[in-house]
């Protein structure tokens, strides 16, 4: 079974400074990891996904992960926060055993202030 | 837009009853995913269906059940239901056969359901 540990429930930076939300993954197989977005009263967004290929992963809006199997990490960066980034990230994984699922965790809030 | 579109956005039921939420797939996408998102949680899998056949359940009750039309829109049914039903249901389509390990799947915006 997979699971998937989001380190910080909240998060809050200023504008203009880097950006950090961790996580951390158990899985059984071969893991493809995700980052999504939600933003207030809007749907899910995927922000980049990992599936085996380069370890450093670059997304949407100037997000990128690094995939790190010895500290089984995937923790989501940026260099400088946007008043736009502020929403609440999901790290997600999913297995493949002939019907795949996602594996979300608890979600990190992260507040961007002026 | 994803293209993936729920209805009704919101809806109130009391316990015991029932209710039928609906997904409408992004074109071309044949295997839709549904999810459970209580306040403050990320999103649960409840099941997925792939060409009208459901090939993956999550831990959830017999009274959650599901369909999948030709059209590959997608029905959550939920029977008697309870408070700790209240929650954000969201559906999500992804172009696959039945492996999605690296396709995106889209969400729809959700179905806000409140039990009272």
């Known amino acids: 079974a997979q699971s998937v540990t989001q380190l910080d429930s909240h998060v809050s930076v200023s504008e203009g400074t880097p950006v950090l939300l961790r996580c951390n993954y158990s899985?059984?197989?071969?893991?493809?990891l995700f980052w999504y977005v939600q933003h207030p009263n809007k749907g899910l967004q995927l922000l980049l996904k990992?599936?085996?290929?380069?370890?450093l992963v670059k997304g949407i809006n100037g997000f990128e992960a690094e995939f790190k199997k010895s500290e089984t990490s995937f923790h989501l960066t940026k260099p400088s926060a946007h008043m736009s980034d502020a929403a609440e990230y999901f790290c997600?994984?999913?297995?493949?055993?002939?019907?795949?699922?996602?594996?979300f965790g608890k979600g990190t809030m992260l507040l961007v202030s002026p | 837009e994803t293209g993936v579109t729920q209805s009704p956005t919101h809806l109130i039921k009391t316990r015991g009853q029932q209710v039928t939420l609906r997904c409408s797939s992004q074109?071309?996408?044949?295997?839709v995913s549904w999810y459970q998102q209580a306040l403050g949680q990320g999103p649960q899998f409840i099941f997925q269906?792939?060409?009208?056949?459901?090939?993956g359940r999550g831990n959830f009750p017999p009274r959650f059940s599901g369909l999948q039309f030709p059209n590959y829109s997608s029905e959550l049914n939920v029977n008697a239901l309870e408070l700790d039903d209240s929650a954000l249901y969201l559906c999500?389509?992804?172009?696959?056969?039945?492996?999605?390990?690296?396709?995106?799947?889209?969400f729809g915006p959700g179905t806000r359901l409140t039990v009272l």
């Open positions: 997600v994984v999913t297995s493949d055993r002939g019907y795949s699922t996602l594996t």
């Open positions: 899985s059984s197989y071969s893991p493809s």
């Open positions: 990992y599936t085996s290929a380069a370890t």
């Open positions: 074109s071309g996408h044949n295997t």
């Open positions: 269906y792939y060409r009208e056949e459901e090939n």
């Open positions: 999500a389509s992804v172009s696959g056969t039945g492996s999605i390990r690296s396709n995106e799947q889209f």
